[in-house]
C-alpha cells in the first residue's frame, strides 16, 4: 500500500486534523461521548497522541471541532437548495434541504443529542448561529419588510422555527416519514409568515 504525498506541512497538518474529526465523528456516533476515550480516537485515526494535543486542547475541543463541521455541513446543504421564486419559497426550500441534511446518519445524534449535553447550550447556540440558525434568520429577513425585519419578533420567530425544525430532525431520525414533517414545516412557515 502507497502512503499519501501531501505537498507541505499544511497539507500534513489539514490531513492530520481531518482523519481526527472523522475518527472522533464515528465513535461519538457509536458510543457516545462518555464512552469514547482519547485512545480509541486516535487508534482510529492511525494517528499520535501527540498528534491529537497539537491539534486540540482535549476531547470537548475535539467534539466542538466535529460539531461545527456538521453544523456547517448542514448550513451549507440549505444555502445550496434555499434557491426559490420568493423569499416563502426559499424558506421552504431551506426547511426541505435542513430535514435531508439531518438524515446524514449520526448527525441528529450529534448535534441535537450529544452537542447539547456536552458542550452546554451557550457554545451549541454560538456555533448554531454561523450555521443553519443563521441561514433561517437570514430567510426570515428577506421575507418581511424592512421595518418588520428590524424587529426582535424575527429573532424569536426564528428561534421558534428552530426549536421545531429540531424536533422534526429528532422524530425522522426516529423512523417518522420525513415527507409528513417537511409538510408540516412547510404550512408551519406559511402560517409564521401570514400578515
Known amino acids: 500500500m502507497q502512503s499519501k504525498i501531501y505537498k507541505s506541512n499544511k497539507d500534513r497538518t489539514q490531513a492530520t486534523r481531518a482523519q481526527l474529526i472523522a475518527a472522533a465523528r464515528e465513535l461519538f456516533v457509536e458510543g457516545g461521548y462518555a464512552d469514547t ?49 420568493s423569499a416563502i419559497q426559499s424558506l421552504k426550500n431551506g426547511s426541505r434541504a435542513y430535514i435531508e441534511a439531518m438524515q446524514v446518519p449520526g448527525r441528529t445524534r450529534l448535534l441535537l443529542e450529544i452537542g447539547p449535553a456536552v458542550l452546554g447550550t451557550n457554545l451549541m447556540r454560538k ?27 424575527i429573532e424569536v420567530l426564528a428561534d421558534l422555527l428552530s426549536a421545531a425544525f429540531d424536533r422534526a430532525a429528532i422524530a425522522v431520525s426516529a423512523g417518522a416519514d420525513a415527507e409528513i414533517y417537511v409538510n408540516a414545516m412547510e404550512r408551519l412557515i406559511e402560517g409564521s409568515l401570514a400578515r
Request: aromatic share 4%; net charge negative.
Open 127 to 153: 456555533i448554531d448561529d454561523g450555521a443553519a440558525h443563521r441561514t433561517l434568520l437570514d430567510g426570515l429577513k428577506a421575507a418581511f419588510d424592512d421595518d418588520q425585519a428590524k424587529s426582535k419578533d
Open 37 to 85: 476515550g482519547t485512545p480509541a480516537i486516535v487508534k482510529k485515526a492511525k494517528v499520535t497522541r501527540g498528534a491529537l494535543y497539537h491539534h486540540f486542547v482535549d476531547k470537548a475541543d475535539l467534539l466542538t471541532a466535529v460539531i461545527a463541521e456538521e453544523a456547517q455541513a448542514v448550513a451549507e446543504s440549505i444555502i445550496s437548495h434555499a434557491e426559490g421564486t
